[in-house]
Antibody, heavy 116, light 107 residues
Framework: QVQLVQSGAEVKKPGASVKVSCKASGYTFTSYDINWVRQATGQGLEWMGY????????GFAQKFQGRVTMTRDTSTNTAYLELSSLRSEDTAVYYC?????????WGQGTLVTVSS | DIQMTQSPSSLSASVGDRVTITCRASQSISKYLNWFQQKPGKPPKLLIY???NLQSGVPSRFSGRGSGTDFTLTISSLQPEDFATYFCQQSYNSPLTFGHGTKVEIK
């Protein structure tokens, strides 16, 4: 069965960077895009961008341009999200999500807390 | 960016009720509209993709319709496990955008 398993919760200080991992199993990793979506507590869903694991090509929401990096390791079927220059407004649960068109399978989420 | 507007933002209903949630896009998105269900502390779950296609394993009491800018999600007979928040989302172009959600509560 398709599974996306994310790394554990993180606490970071303002200005720092965070890197979240997402390990895929149960399907061919390079056949589907990986998206990243975040959700602040009690808030809606915000799409950050996507990565094509086959080519490594990425596309980001303009809001995150310059602060976000999405990479992958095809030897371990793992995708990574790195967000830099963190501020308190980045406190949220971050989800990796398969497939750009359907967003059909979601990781369990990683809570990133930004606090001094 | 395409804005997605859901209505109502919340509703109260009883088990067995027919429930309809509306989603409107700020411009035409053809058929590229998905619906998700989210329960507290869990990730969203895909219910319906490209307007009316039921995701595998989703009960047939869920249905979707629409095109262009106006879309609906209908639950034909509300079950206890359906009390949750529902989001629409467009995949017509980047950036992908979501509605603000409709919370379905027990009356």
């Amino acid at each position: 069965q398709v599974q996306l398993v994310q790394s554990g919760a993180e606490v970071k200080k303002p200005g720092a960077s965070v890197k979240v991992s997402c390990k895929a199993s149960g399907y061919t990793f390079t056949s589907y895009d990986i998206n990243w979506v975040r959700q602040a507590t009690g808030q809606g869903l915000e799409w950050m961008g996507y990565m094509n694991p086959n080519s490594g090509n990425t596309g980001f929401a303009q809001k995150f341009q310059g602060r976000v990096t999405m990479t992958r390791d095809t030897s371990t079927n793992t995708a990574y999200l790195e967000l830099s220059s963190l501020r308190s407004e980045d406190t949220a649960v971050y989800y990796c999500v398969r497939d750009y068109t359907r967003l059909d399978f979601w990781g369990q989420g990683t809570l990133v807390t930004v606090s001094s | 960016d395409i804005q997605m507007t859901q209505s109502p933002s919340s509703l109260s209903a009883s088990v067995g009720d027919r429930v309809t949630i509306t989603c409107r896009a700020s411009q035409s998105i053809s058929k590229y509209l998905n619906w998700f269900q989210q329960k507290p502390g869990k990730p969203p779950k895909l219910l319906i993709y490209t307007t009316s296609n039921l995701q595998s394993g989703v009960p047939s009491r869920f249905s979707g319709r629409g095109s262009g800018t106006d879309f609906t999600l209908t639950i034909s007979s509300l079950q206890p496990e359906d009390f949750a928040t529902y989001f629409c989302q467009q995949s017509y172009n980047s950036p992908l955008t979501f509605g603000h959600g409709t919370k379905v509560e027990i009356k």
